[in-house]
């Protein structure tokens, strides 16, 4: 199964309206705090940008929330298992 990475900081409202969006379609993902240094120097090493938050899923890196990018990009992956 591909597992989906969403890095998020604390109080990040964008971070929040990216969960609640995984969320709402019942898509399954591991959440990295940023503000531990192991998965900080992870979603840097992926995608090189300290803008959260990071969704990482399977060879697609998104970078802060666009509603629109979000359903474009798992639209692209609906009916495949990109969660756990």
């Known amino acids: 199964m591909q597992e989906l990475i969403l890095y998020t900081m604390p109080m990040c409202p964008y971070c929040f309206k ?3 969006f995984l969320k ?3 898509i ?5 705090k940023i503000l531990n240094p192991l998965a ?3 979603m840097k090493k ?4 300290m803008r959260v938050p990071i ?4 060879d697609r890196v998104l970078t802060g929330f666009s509603h629109a990018e979000y ?4 639209a692209l992956y609906q009916g495949e298992n ?3």
Request: overall charge positive; aromatic content about 10%; cysteine-free.
């Open 18 to 20: 990216a969960k609640q």
């Open 24 to 26: 709402q379609r019942g």
């Open 28 to 32: 399954a993902y591991k959440e990295r």
């Open 40 to 42: 900080f120097r992870e």
């Open 46 to 49: 992926i995608s090189n940008s």
């Open 55 to 58: 969704v990482k899923v399977k």
């Open 71 to 74: 359903e474009e990009v798992f």
């Open 82 to 84: 990109v969660h756990e």
